[in-house]
């Protein structure tokens, strides 16, 4: 194609090197002091280590973290998990809590991929038995999974359906007879926020989003069979339902086209509403409006929609891996260990300054990770704390952690969301072949299953983070601890 | 895995119109320069439709002529590739080829953009990139010495 145009067309890498300052508190948090720019508020906290607080300097996502800062309302410091990398607005792996009175909602703290997430299964049939059949299992789930750039279900669901789906979530895919209930207890939110509103949302969002619905999608998505390799704390293993060989498999997907329709939409209207309001923004990507405002609070209807199409996406994908597993091993059990958001923001409960607070907690990039005793942890889970999953590469495998009571205190109940990039897809498609990936992993033993080879290039293990890094600094710091280390032996990407 | 090594050839700036993908960590960024705004955006256009990276391009099925409103010239440029990226994932439709178009920039909702485009049906065509959006962040208008120059991130 592009020998066509007759452009001028070229990649090149533009390094930036960050100089700001950044102070060591202890052995896994870093500082951006409120003293580095007159518009910060409050400071910006970095969870890290000594080589990570060097690596976040080789892009913008500290500055990006120090803008966060400067919006109003905040009701405490602003928060990079250490997967943190450079984004757009928020930086990913950010997290901000804002007063419900004074403070602000921004679509740039959410990002386009609302509710973006991961579900983790567990299979009653030991992943020895599975192995064997991988290339089998992951050809039908390939066959049954509409996936890849764009994806569209043959068979659409109508409009109606989509209504449902924005504003009951998954328990509309469950009603429908495509899930069990157990699936909802075990979903952030039961999979439906409330305060949805499909009537807070364009008719081009929900063009963009009705034949995507049940697929899932291209880039970083993927659905991964693999197995427990090892367990670091066996009494919350056990309550996760997770024991050495485990059969797994996590499912990552979020709101597809309708939740990108719903954050371009409402980044142009909370820019006009942060004029109206008056709010300086040092990036207008930042564009927020005030909660208790009508553009604040038509956008959080929205997102809160886009977010329930989410959880209805990866219940119906859920529906199809039970299909799919059934095709091939039989009589199988498969249950959802724990379903959470990664990209959203929630009205949430915090004891802030000695006094309990409710408050909008933007999560960028990161997970929820309440810790034991919360009424929001399923109750069987309550006492030992909300599983928080993090997937890594498609080599390295994932971790199930579980969130902390230090966390309530140090994060507003928040931890990672993966191993977070370090390469651009353009340098690690230029770096490495898909077909060389593909044959690396055949080698570890890990069947993939990809639309185009080229995806495979662009999510190359070498383009991320250390997992065990991101991870080491989340257990040490104790904003959640280590459960289970799942590696992978079967990965379908879109 | 090979370490990459950028480029050592410069874009050619004697070129009035063109456009270039440059690096970020997450995302792409496209830089687009033309002799004035309304050049720039055409040229915006071509590196959207490169970072969509459609293959093979079906053949252009007809001309369409893309008109967008915005508050100003930086929402003008968010929205134009918005509503590219837009009639790509719900339409299927992918444009080319942009030409005559017409810039009025004023205040309020008034700045306009009207683009004529070649019209192609992607239909079964795969398109290597999902592009979300396309981000205010670090969007940045240079004009010098006759010359119009944008640079967007996307998020992809």
């Given at each position: 194609m592009?020998?066509?145009?007759?452009?001028?067309y070229?990649?090149?890498?533009?390094?930036?090197?960050?100089?700001?300052p950044?102070?060591?508190?202890?052995?896994?948090m870093?500082r951006i002091?409120?003293?580095?720019?007159p518009?910060?508020?409050r400071d910006?906290?970095?969870?890290?280590?000594?080589?990570?607080?060097?690596?976040?300097?080789?892009?913008?996502?500290?500055?990006?973290?120090a803008?966060?800062a400067?919006l109003?309302g905040?009701?405490?410091?602003?928060l990079?998990m250490?997967d943190m990398?450079w984004?757009?607005g928020f930086?990913?792996?950010?997290?901000?809590?804002?007063?419900m009175?004074?403070?602000?909602?921004?679509?740039?703290?959410?990002?386009?991929?609302?509710?973006?997430?991961?579900?983790?299964?567990?299979?009653?049939?030991?992943?020895?038995?599975?192995?064997g059949?991988?290339a089998?299992?992951?050809?039908?789930?390939?066959?049954?999974?509409?996936?890849g750039?764009?994806?569209?279900?043959?068979?659409g669901?109508?409009?109606?359906?989509?209504?449902?789906?924005?504003t009951e979530?998954a328990?509309w895919?469950?009603?429908?007879?495509?899930?069990?209930?157990?699936?909802?207890?075990?979903?952030?939110?039961?999979?439906c926020?409330?305060?949805?509103?499909?009537?807070?949302m364009?008719?081009r969002?929900?063009?963009?989003?009705?034949?995507?619905?049940?697929?899932?999608?291209?880039?970083?998505h993927f659905i991964?069979?693999?197995?427990?390799?090892?367990?670091?704390d066996?009494?919350?293993?056990?309550?996760?339902?997770?024991?050495?060989?485990?059969?797994?498999?996590?499912l990552?997907?979020?709101?597809?086209?309708?939740?990108?329709?719903?954050?371009?939409?409402?980044i142009?209207?909370?820019?006009?509403?942060?004029?109206?309001?008056g709010?300086d923004?040092?990036?207008p990507?930042?564009?927020?409006?005030?909660?208790?405002?009508s553009?604040?609070e038509?956008?959080?209807?929205?997102m809160n929609?886009?977010?329930?199409?989410?959880?209805?996406?990866r219940?119906?994908l859920?529906?199809?891996?039970?299909?799919?597993?059934?095709?091939?091993?039989?009589?199988?059990?498969?249950?959802?260990?724990?379903?959470q958001?990664?990209n959203?923001?929630?009205?949430?409960e915090h004891?802030?300054?000695?006094?309990?607070r409710?408050?909008?907690?933007?999560?960028?990039?990161?997970?929820?990770?309440f810790?034991p005793?919360?009424p929001e942890?399923?109750?069987?889970y309550?006492?030992?704390?909300?599983p928080?999953?993090?997937?890594g590469?498609?080599?390295?495998?994932?971790?199930?952690?579980?969130?902390?009571?230090?966390a309530?205190?140090?994060s507003?109940?928040?931890?990672c969301h993966?191993?977070?990039?370090?390469?651009?897809?353009?340098a690690?498609?230029?770096?490495?072949?898909?077909?060389a990936?593909?044959q690396?992993?055949?080698?570890r033993?890990i069947v993939?299953?990809?639309?185009?080879?080229?995806?495979l290039?662009?999510?190359?293990?070498?383009?991320y983070?250390?997992?065990?890094?991101?991870?080491e600094?989340?257990?040490?710091s104790?904003?959640?601890?280590?459960v289970?280390r799942?590696?992978?032996?079967g990965?379908?990407?879109? | 895995m090979?370490?990459?090594?950028?480029?050592?050839e410069?874009?050619?700036e004697?070129?009035t119109k063109g456009?270039?993908?440059?690096e970020?960590?997450?995302?792409v960024?496209?830089?687009?320069?033309?002799?004035?705004?309304?050049?720039?955006?055409?040229?915006?256009g071509?590196?959207?439709?490169?970072?969509?990276d459609?293959?093979?391009?079906p053949?252009?099925?007809?001309t369409?002529?893309?008109?967008?409103t915005?508050?100003?010239?930086?929402?003008?440029i968010v929205?134009?590739l918005?509503?590219?990226?837009?009639?790509?994932?719900?339409?299927?439709?992918?444009?080319?080829?942009f030409?005559?178009?017409?810039?009025?920039?004023g205040r309020?909702?008034?700045?306009?953009m009207s683009?004529?485009?070649s019209?192609?049906?992607?239909?079964?065509?795969?398109v290597?990139?999902?592009?979300k959006?396309?981000?205010?962040h670090?969007?940045?208008?240079v004009?010098?010495?006759?010359?119009?120059?944008?640079?967007?991130i996307?998020?992809?």
């Amino acid at each position: 194609m592009r020998s066509r145009l007759s452009w001028t067309y070229r990649m090149r890498v533009m390094k930036i090197t960050w100089q700001g300052p950044l102070e060591r508190l202890d052995e896994y948090m870093w500082r951006i002091p409120r003293s580095y720019r007159p518009d910060m508020k409050r400071d910006a906290i970095i969870f890290t280590d000594e080589q990570g607080s060097e690596q976040v300097r080789v892009d913008e996502a500290p500055e990006q973290l120090a803008n966060v800062a400067c919006l109003p309302g905040l009701v405490g410091d602003v928060l990079a998990m250490p997967d943190m990398h450079w984004g757009y607005g928020f930086p990913i792996g950010g997290v901000a809590a804002t007063s419900m009175k004074e403070g602000v909602i921004s679509p740039g703290g959410v990002g386009y991929d609302i509710n973006c997430g991961v579900r983790l299964l567990r299979a009653d049939v030991p992943a020895d038995e599975a192995e064997g059949k991988m290339a089998q299992i992951m050809d039908v789930l390939f066959e049954e999974i509409p996936a890849g750039v764009g994806s569209e279900r043959q068979r659409g669901f109508g409009l109606q359906d989509l209504r449902r789906a924005l504003t009951e979530g998954a328990r509309w895919v469950v009603e429908a007879g495509f899930g069990e209930e157990a699936d909802l207890r075990h979903t952030e939110e039961e999979g439906c926020v409330r305060g949805a509103s499909a009537e807070a949302m364009s008719k081009r969002a929900m063009k963009r989003g009705l034949p995507q619905l049940g697929t899932l999608g291209g880039g970083n998505h993927f659905i991964e069979v693999g197995r427990v390799e090892e367990v670091f704390d066996r009494a919350v293993a056990r309550a996760f339902g997770l024991e050495v060989d485990t059969l797994t498999i996590i499912l990552h997907t979020g709101s597809r086209g309708l939740g990108h329709q719903v954050c371009s939409e409402y980044i142009d209207t909370t820019l006009k509403a942060s004029r109206k309001y008056g709010i300086d923004l040092p990036d207008p990507q930042l564009a927020c409006a005030p909660l208790r405002s009508s553009e604040g609070e038509a956008y959080l209807a929205a997102m809160n929609a886009a977010a329930n199409y989410a959880w209805a996406n990866r219940q119906i994908l859920t529906h199809l891996v039970r299909k799919s597993l059934e095709r091939v091993l039989g009589d199988v059990r498969v249950e959802t260990v724990y379903d959470q958001a990664h990209n959203i923001a929630k009205i949430e409960e915090h004891l802030i300054g000695g006094r309990r607070r409710k408050v909008c907690v933007h999560r960028k990039g990161a997970t929820r990770a309440f810790g034991p005793g919360r009424p929001e942890v399923p109750a069987s889970y309550r006492s030992v704390g909300q599983p928080v999953l993090v997937p890594g590469d498609m080599a390295s495998g994932s971790f199930v952690l579980v969130g902390t009571a230090k966390a309530m205190e140090l994060s507003y109940g928040s931890a990672c969301h993966g191993a977070g990039r370090s390469v651009s897809r353009g340098a690690a498609k230029r770096s490495i072949r898909g077909s060389a990936i593909r044959q690396e992993l055949a080698e570890r033993g890990i069947v993939v299953r990809a639309s185009r080879d080229v995806t495979l290039a662009e999510e190359a293990p070498a383009a991320y983070k250390s997992l065990d890094m991101v991870v080491e600094v989340i257990h040490g710091s104790g904003l959640a601890t280590k459960v289970a280390r799942i590696t992978p032996m079967g990965v379908m990407k879109g | 895995m090979t370490r990459w090594s950028p480029s050592p050839e410069l874009p050619d700036e004697k070129k009035t119109k063109g456009f270039e993908l440059l690096e970020h960590t997450a995302d792409v960024r496209i830089r687009a320069w033309g002799r004035d705004l309304a050049e720039a955006c055409e040229a915006l256009g071509e590196g959207l439709l490169a970072v969509l990276d459609p293959s093979p391009m079906p053949p252009a099925t007809g001309t369409s002529r893309i008109t967008v409103t915005a508050p100003d010239e930086r929402g003008l440029i968010v929205r134009w590739l918005n509503e590219l990226i837009y009639r790509c994932a719900a339409e299927g439709k992918l444009y080319s080829g942009f030409r005559n178009t017409r810039v009025s920039l004023g205040r309020g909702e008034s700045a306009q953009m009207s683009v004529e485009a070649s019209e192609h049906d992607a239909g079964e065509i795969w398109v290597g990139c999902e592009v979300k959006g396309a981000t205010y962040h670090g969007l940045s208008i240079v004009r010098r010495e006759g010359r119009c120059e944008i640079t967007v991130i996307l998020d992809i």
